[in-house]
């Protein structure tokens, strides 16, 4: 069974600040990896989709790496602002058509100004 | 619509009534997901629909739980004889396809249970 952890568990940082969030999998057999934001008592925010074939992908000061091989996904926040400040969630799609994620269990991430 | 609509966003009710979650996807989008998120236990899968036919149901934890899909778009989640493990955050998401070109999922904000 595909496992997904997330390092660390929770990340307080100045503003300004550049941080990396890991995401780790256990079953490297993956479609794609998708990176989440989640505010409290909110839904997620998808925020980036890696493709199993791809490196990496970035939206504005956002960058997510992958390596499918060893199981690993970083996700790259520059210049961190406190509207930063939420949960992060990795998720990946198994390998197999149908299509279900299994995801971290976040790392929650405070910005201050 | 705009995003995939949940509702109700809240919803309290007696251990041992049975409850009813809606779920509208984005307009169409084939594939619709129903996650649980429960303190402690993170996101868990529940089950996958592609148009009206669920694949995989392999997330539901018992058969108190059934879910359906009429015309290819609004899902109910159906919860019998509710008990107080049951209250979690009740998540739903679609995406545009699932096999072939790897579509992102959207989600939807939840419905809050809680079971008294």
């Known amino acids: 069974k595909q496992e997904v952890t997330q390092i660390p568990a929770a990340l307080s940082v100045p503003e300004g600040e550049n941080l990396v969030l890991n995401c780790s999998f256990t079953d490297s057999a993956i479609y794609n990896l998708q990176w989440f934001r989640q505010d409290p008592g909110k839904g997620l925010t998808s925020l980036l989709l890696i493709q199993s074939s791809q490196r990496e992908q970035t939206s504005g000061r956002l960058n997510a790496s992958l390596d499918k091989s060893s199981g690993r996904s970083t996700l790259y926040i520059a210049a961190s602002q406190p509207g930063d400040s939420a949960t992060y969630l990795c998720a990946v799609r198994g390998g197999s058509t149908l299509g279900r994620l299994y995801f971290g269990r976040g790392t929650q991430l405070t910005v201050w100004p | 619509g705009a995003g995939v609509s949940q509702s109700p966003s809240n919803k309290v009710t007696e251990k041992g009534k049975d409850v009813e979650l809606r779920c509208d996807p984005i307009?169409?989008?084939?594939?619709l997901y129903w996650y649980r998120q429960s303190l402690g236990q993170g996101l868990e899968f529940l089950i996958y629909f592609q148009g009206n036919s669920a694949p995989d149901k392999s997330g539901l934890p018992s058969d108190r739980f059934s879910a359906e899909r009429t015309g290819g778009s609004v899902s109910t989640l159906t919860i019998q004889r509710t008990q107080q493990e049951d209250s979690a955050v009740y998540l739903c998401?679609?995406?545009?396809?699932?096999?072939?070109?790897?579509?992102?999922?959207?989600f939807g904000d939840g419905t809050r249970l809680s079971i008294l």
């Open positions: 998401a679609s995406s545009s396809k699932t096999t072939g070109t790897n579509q992102p999922q959207h």
């Open positions: 307009s169409g989008h084939t594939a």
